[in-house]
């Protein structure tokens, strides 16, 4: 492939993940419009909401000011190695800050400075791992310092919620969870959540989450049931959009679950905010996009 | 419901959480940078009396040599809860514009110095940036950084509704009252 086309191709994915929400999310905020009070503050907030995911789309903006950290999984096929995808991006990373798809949010954590292009140690977030076919699969995600911040983990038993080392237990941290971030994580939010794994996969686990669309249902049985269960519940407590009140909290909550060492349980919950940026492309090896792998 | 310039201290103590504003004249972003160096006794490059602070890190371009904002929302204000109270106080700073609400300490310092506490719709970066007409300057760009920078903004209807008010009421404070009560009956 051209790297030059590779490149192209990678903008044009960061733009519309940067301005462009999935269809899956807006189809579920819409659906908590029709449900809030006429005239709430809750209601005023899913329309501004409305609005902005618009007007992002029209004026090819981003959603979200806090264009966030750059998360970036890739699918290698035989005919493309990581340098030469990591240069390609990092190139349209710089091109997007540039022209305004990005924020300027890559810090160094000693000095303070910033780098002015989303490039430094750990900026973009790469995860590569080898294609199952021929194509070249790239998924990213925008996570914004927001929802990031209201993210937790838990480690059970935990006395203070009373929550011991089972599926109630595990209910009784996400609902802490949802209560703990009110509207501080741009709500309504959607939970990632991985069920034991040691402290590091456990939080990645749950961020992997968010690739799954919010209309699919769990293969697992018994998850299928608490993501049923948890949203519908959190959905009872008030919080509503921002956290000014009303029936919408949650948007969606996806679980999954790693083994654990016998002495750890962790509950990891990774929140995602409203603006839930994520889409993914499939490349051949002649540079086409053969395939965009989120609807927005 | 209007509020323009000048900020008066009159104007903002009329206003009751739960009401919707829209806000005309020119306002200052500052977040963390910004909050920080001003506690540690830095001197403020714009005039803080009456003004409204906006918790916002912008993305801002330039484009034939004059700034365009392409998204402003408002960032986490909670960061900011050691300072802002103090803040408020020595300057005369007569609101915040941010999100997520911030603690009792700023609660207590609106009730004392006649301020508020404005919530825009977080995430909400294009609608509000529309509303952000001219941009007149930017101050301590280089050393802060272009998000962390004090940008001056001319906004013009900019929506954000009151949480918290210069009387001691907090909406925040209220919610999360009732869904904690809510979750105990939950469990």
């Not at chain 2, 207590?108 to 506490?117: F, L, N, S």
Request: aromatic letters at 8%; charged letters at 25%; a positive charge.
């Amino acid at each position: 492939m051209d790297a030059k086309v590779l490149q192209q191709n990678l903008l044009e994915l960061i733009r519309r993940t940067s301005s462009q929400l999935p269809t899956d999310v807006a189809r579920v905020i819409d659906k908590g419009w029709r449900k809030e009070k006429k005239d709430s503050t809750g209601k005023y907030a899913l329309e501004v909401i409305r609005d902005n995911i618009g007007m992002a789309k029209t004026k090819s903006q981003p959603l979200c000011q806090d264009t966030g950290t750059i998360i970036c999984y890739v699918d290698l096929p035989s005919w493309m190695d990581e340098n030469t995808f990591k240069k390609a991006y990092d190139k349209a990373v710089v091109k997007a800050t540039k022209v305004g798809y990005l924020r300027q949010n890559s810090v160094d954590s000693i000095t303070g400075q910033n780098s002015g292009t989303n490039l430094g140690p750990g900026n973009p977030a790469y995860h590569f791992h080898p294609a199952k076919g021929k194509g070249l699969k790239v998924r990213m995600m925008l996570k914004g310092g927001g929802s990031e911040y209201m993210s937790t983990q838990y480690s059970l038993p935990d006395n203070r919620i009373g929550a011991g080392r089972d599926l109630e237990g595990v209910r009784k941290c996400l609902l802490d969870a949802v209560l703990n971030a009110q509207g501080k994580g741009c709500g309504p939010g959607i939970l990632g959540v991985c069920i034991g794994g040691d402290r590091g996969s456990g939080y990645l686990a749950a961020k992997e989450e968010f690739f799954r669309t919010l209309d699919d249902v769990n293969e697992d049985p018994r998850l299928a049931k608490m993501e049923k269960l948890i949203l519908k519940e959190a959905n009872t407590l008030g919080i509503g959009p921002m956290g000014f009140g009303g029936e919408t909290t949650l948007l969606g909550v996806k679980i999954t679950h790693r083994n654990r060492v016998p002495a750890s349980f962790f509950v990891s919950v990774a929140y995602m905010c409203w603006a839930f940026r994520r889409n993914g492309i499939m490349m051949t090896e002649n540079g086409k996009i053969s395939r965009w792998l989120y609807e927005s | 419901m209007l509020l323009e310039a000048p900020f008066t201290e009159e104007k903002i103590r009329a206003l009751k959480v739960g009401d919707k504003v829209e806000i005309s004249g020119l306002i200052f972003t500052g977040r963390d940078a910004v909050h920080k160096y001003l506690h540690d006794g830095g001197k403020p490059p714009v005039d803080l009396k009456d003004s409204i602070i906006y918790h916002c890190g912008p993305v801002v371009v330039k484009e034939k040599g004059k700034w365009v904002v392409k998204a402003a929302g408002p960032t986490t204000s909670i960061r900011e809860e050691p300072y802002q109270g103090p803040l408020m106080e020595q300057f005369g700073i007569r609101a915040v514009i941010g999100k997520g609400g911030m603690g009792p300490k700023t609660l207590e310092y609106c009730q004392k110095v006649g301020a508020v506490y404005f919530h825009a719709i977080g995430g909400a970066a294009q609608v509000l940036a529309e509303r952000v007409i001219d941009v007149p300057n930017v101050h301590m760009a280089e050393e802060l950084g272009a998000p962390e920078a004090i940008w001056e903004f001319v906004v013009d209807k900019f929506p954000v509704v009151v949480t918290m008010d210069s009387h001691g009421n907090s909406l925040h404070e209220q919610v999360l009252a009732e869904s904690k009560g809510r979750l105990e009956k939950l469990l």
